[in-house]
């Protein structure tokens, strides 16, 4: 299957020069979302995930079935205030600004093996700060895997190079 004929790119959106990759179309065809879930999870099992980890909010799309196929736990990272108990936070730069993540203190024990599952790879800013997150508590980063890697506009897999990292798609 080409998940690529799934994806509907959108000239000039958010802003003119930008090709926005469009998921919705993707995750909308169930044949296409059922085997990117189950590729995701191959791949999760092999690395001998004991969490799935998924960044807010396409992140939680399909990090969530990868957990529920695998019959392990599901934890969120969410913008600043999402979450009710005690966290740990990362800030990271932005190409104007910056942005911060969080996750719940007890959400990873130590020397557990986690994958973290996320729709997109561009800059990989805010996969490094869930990496950072997650060893911050204890937490092995097994691998990492994304739907779309945009390899030709930017280098995200650089700042991920020390993990295994799978990417169904690349532009």
């Known amino acids: 299957m080409n998940y690529k004929d799934y994806i509907t790119s959108i000239e000039g959106f958010p802003k003119e020069g930008i090709t926005f990759r469009d998921i ?3 995750i909308g065809h169930g044949e296409a ?9 191959e791949f999760a099992k092999e690395k001998g995930a004991e969490v799935i980890v998924g960044p807010e ?10 957990a529920c196929e695998l019959g392990i736990g599901f934890v969120p990272v969410r913008k600043p205030g999402k979450l009710p108990r ?16 969080e996750i719940h ?26 990496v950072k997150l997650i060893e911050s508590l204890g937490g092995e980063v097994v691998g990492i ?13 650089g700042k991920l190079k020390n993990y295994p990292v799978l990417s169904l798609i690349k532009y």
Do not use: H, M, W
Request: with cysteine; proline share 1%.
């Open 145 to 157: 895997a994304f739907l779309i890697e945009l390899a030709d506009e930017f280098d995200g897999r």
């Open 57 to 66: 909010s396409r992140g939680f799309i399909f990090g969530a079935p990868v």
């Open 33 to 41: 979302f059922r085997a990117s879930i189950k590729e995701f999870s």
């Open 105 to 130: 203190k007890d959400a990873i024990q130590k020397g557990q093996k986690v994958v973290i599952v996320d729709d997109l790879l561009a800059t990989g800013g805010t996969t490094e700060a869930a």
């Open 24 to 26: 919705t179309t993707f």
């Open 86 to 101: 005690e966290v740990v936070s990362c800030s990271y730069e932005l190409e104007y600004g910056t942005n911060t993540i």
